[in-house]
């Protein structure tokens, strides 16, 4: 397989190994596609001719995502705008291509974070005045129930949230506690 490289070490967590892909990476853009995910090449052909039309201007492309539940049913398929990501919604991972050069200035993941680095990194892109571009075509396939839907996950993107001055003292508390209610449920 041309173009491929393979690369296995000890496991340190998903956003060192996702750093070392940055570090590792030779082309232009740089696509995340976690074990339970895929794209689709015609999605991923798509987004490249669309950014081509485009001149290449935006440092972070995304299309559609296949929502699927648990026993692989669509759910839904969705396109969030990047403006959600200052309120503290992510948009579609799998389906976003970001520019090696843009993941590169901002220093990639912090490896702080073990669930919710990709919402972190995308806020962080996304509030420096990073652009962004959505299309209406669908990129890629995800599927519920992975660990960035885990009570841990949403502490953890709460915290981002709060750290970002994007809720309230009261609220981060409120919602945290919620999340271990909801736990111990």
């Known amino acids: 397989m041309p ?22 990476a030779s082309g232009r853009y740089v ?13 991923i052909r798509a987004l490249l ?15 559609l995502c296949c929502i699927h539940g648990n026993q692989g049913q669509l759910l839904r398929i969705q396109g969030t705008e990047s403006g959600a990501l200052l309120a503290g919604n992510m948009i579609e991972h799998p389906s976003t291509l970001v520019k090696l050069e843009c ?3 901002f220093g990639g993941f912090n490896n702080r974070y ?4 990709d919402l972190e990194l995308m806020m962080r892109i996304r509030s420096a005045g990073a652009s962004f571009q959505l299309y209406p075509f669908v990129v890629s396939h995800y599927f519920l129930g992975g660990a960035s ?4 996950a949403e502490r953890e993107r709460l915290k981002i949230l709060f750290d970002n001055k994007l809720i309230s ?7 945290l506690a919620k ?3 909801r736990r111990r449920a």
């Open 3 to 24: 173009n491929r490289r393979l690369y296995s070490r000890p496991p340190r967590g998903i956003y060192e190994a996702m750093n070392f892909g940055i570090s590792n």
């Open 31 to 43: 696509l995340f596609s976690n074990a339970d995910d895929y794209v689709e090449a015609d999605g």
């Open 49 to 63: 001719r669309a950014e081509a039309d485009n001149n290449f201007a935006s440092e972070v492309c995304h299309g």
């Open 103 to 105: 993941l590169e200035r």
């Open 114 to 117: 073990f669930y919710a680095s």
């Open 149 to 152: 839907k885990s009570s841990q």
């Open 169 to 175: 003292l009261p609220k981060y508390m409120h919602r």
């Open 179 to 181: 999340s271990f209610i």
